[in-house]
């Protein structure tokens, strides 16, 4: 039925994969510095951190993928020529990686930002008591109960860009998507490998609401449900 094109498109769900964990750790991070930065008594940093999350939020993600790979190639090589400098292609993966990472920090920083503002202060006051730094009482105290609150968030965002990773097959990046493309245009059977890549999402999705509902089990050990 699938013409010898099984194990390629089983090749480009382990690209699709390798996008979506590795702009995971981008989203994170910037996750975590924005959400450091709306908290932050700093007014340059607050307002920054909006504007980020404001802009994101407010442009679909098809034009990023775009303005990131095609404009910032084309300012990138503008400048490198001015500067006397051969110009460069840009890296289709990582392309792929740091716009989907840039995108979805937006929305983990709001995440991440709940979860903080949800933690009572009293905890801070209570491990300052005990004669803790800031950094242990964060560290020991306030971190694993601002996990247990953004879990649900971070699950949803986690599965929404695992879905958007299929946009970086407009770039030309040969993930599961693309080949998908390829393979219906070759056997003139595009709904069959729509439905294979339909699957195969599902199926990655499907596990990571398994595991991500274990670590919320997990870090709700000993809370009753539906209290802080």
Request: glycine share 10%; proline share 3%.
């Amino acid at each position: 039925m699938f013409e010898g094109y099984t194990g390629y498109i089983i090749a480009g769900a382990q690209t699709t994969l390798q996008i979506a964990l590795a702009s995971l750790a981008v989203a994170t991070l910037l996750g975590l510095i924005g959400a450091a930065c709306r908290l932050a008594p700093s007014l340059a940093l607050n307002r920054l951190a909006v504007a980020y999350s404001t802009m994101v939020r407010g442009v679909p993600d098809l034009v990023l993928m775009l303005l990131v790979f095609y404009g910032g190639q084309t300012a990138a090589n503008a400048v490198l020529e001015t500067l006397g400098l051969a110009a460069i292609d840009f890296n289709q993966f990582i392309a792929g990686v740091l716009t989907l990472g840039f995108i979805y920090g937006a929305y983990l920083s709001e995440t991440f930002r709940g979860a903080l503002m949800a933690v009572p202060k009293g905890q801070w006051e209570a491990g300052s008591a005990y004669g803790m730094g800031r950094l242990h009482v964060f560290f020991r105290i306030i971190l694993p109960q601002m996990i247990r609150l953004a879990i649900p968030g971070y699950t949803n965002n986690w599965l929404v860009l695992t879905k958007a990773t299929a946009l970086v097959s407009i770039i030309g990046l040969q993930d599961m998507m693309f080949r998908a493309r390829e393979a219906g245009a070759a056997t003139r059977e595009p709904f069959t490998y729509l439905l294979v890549v339909g699957a195969v999402y599902l199926a990655i999705t499907s596990v990571s609401l398994l595991l991500l509902r274990w670590a919320e089990k997990r870090y709700s050990a000993g809370v009753r449900m539906g209290e802080l």
